[in-house]
């Protein structure tokens, strides 16, 4: 049972984490529709829930080839920058929103514009709550788009990513989502 | 007129608006080892990404890589120029790992006295998922510069960068668009 994020919220870190909803492999193989026609504004995206270590920010850090010193040499960060500690990377938060997006639309749907700012540094230790809430839609070329109000909070309710997306469903018994995706005309 | 109601957005840099690089091509090309551990990195476990069979069963007919791979394909250190870590070392043993890096494809600098640079925000526009074995090219331009004004009064600038990524058939992959704060 998926929890409101506000409800999700009010529990302890530990707990927060036994309510991960981030897919597995099958999960996604097997990932069915949704339409246009079955998305209420107020409805809430699955949550996905992070713990990162310093290993995987070392491992982001190294699969970019971001060598800031903050994100993985923690006496350069306490001492130099006087951050907290190593910092969780803007770039890997930036890279989970196209993800989210796109499991929430699969297997036809596409995950269109995403906005977001970045606030607060994280760290290890956080629980990290990507959230989605639908907020208006509209047809538009036989396509359904979705307005939705998107971010990551940490598990003590402070958004750190603030941004809204627009994404594409397909009508229930309408055309395909065209693929590469080419928006309606104005 | 005081120091805090000068205008930070003069002529020379209301200028730079529309300001492009030039179209760079990326060093490599995407590949499904670059792909594996982006995607391990990212923690998305996705079979549309490894399983070639089951991902040209899907709508997309083949394996696809995440929209935004590309803009850290784009910002890789070409092997064919001095290594910059070891040189950014070289003239500051505090570096902090990136202050010497240059990047291809670099626009040039807004003319403004404001040197601290915060992070404001980032868009994302994807029409593409990148392919394996696809080229990637990438250009970017200085879309939008506008002035604010912070409640010390001083004025500020909001700086957003465009990057538009293609790829060797001239698909347009995705545009990315990164605001950064110059106090």
Known sequence: MSLPLEELLKLEAEEILAHNERPKADDLRNKQQIYYDDVEEGMELPKYIYNPTPTHLFRWSAAIEN???IHYDLDFGLNHDRNPSILVHGSWKQSVVPQYLKDWTLPKGWPW???????????PGDILIMWGRVTSKYEKGQMGFVELEIGMKTHDGIESMPGTATVVLPLRGGPDIPYPFVPPAD | MTQESQSALTPEVS????????????????DGEYLRRFTQAVMDPDP??????FAESTHYGEIITPPIMVSYLASRIRPDQ????????????????????ERPGEL?????????????????????????????FFQNRYSDIRERVGRDG??????????????????LLCITRASTIRR
């Open chain 1, 67 to 69: 060598f800031h010193r």
């Open chain 2, 48 to 53: 549309r990404y490894w399983d070639k069979e």
């Open chain 2, 82 to 101: 001095d290594d910059p870590v070891t040189r950014a070392f070289e003239e500051n043993p505090e570096s902090d790992g990136i202050g010497s890096i």
């Open chain 2, 154 to 171: 001083r004025a500020f600038l909001i700086i957003t960068r465009e990057t538009t990524y293609t790829n060797q058939k001239d698909e």
């Open chain 2, 15 to 30: 200028a730079m608006i529309g300001v492009s690089g030039d179209v760079v091509e990326a060093w490599g090309e995407v």
């Open chain 2, 108 to 136: 040039p600098p807004v003319p403004t006295n404001l040197v601290r640079v915060l992070n404001a925000g980032n868009e994302l526009e994807i029409y593409k998922y990148p392919s394996i074995g696809d080229k990637v």
């Open chain 1, 113 to 123: 514009k995403a906005q977001f700012e970045h606030r607060a540094m994280l760290v």
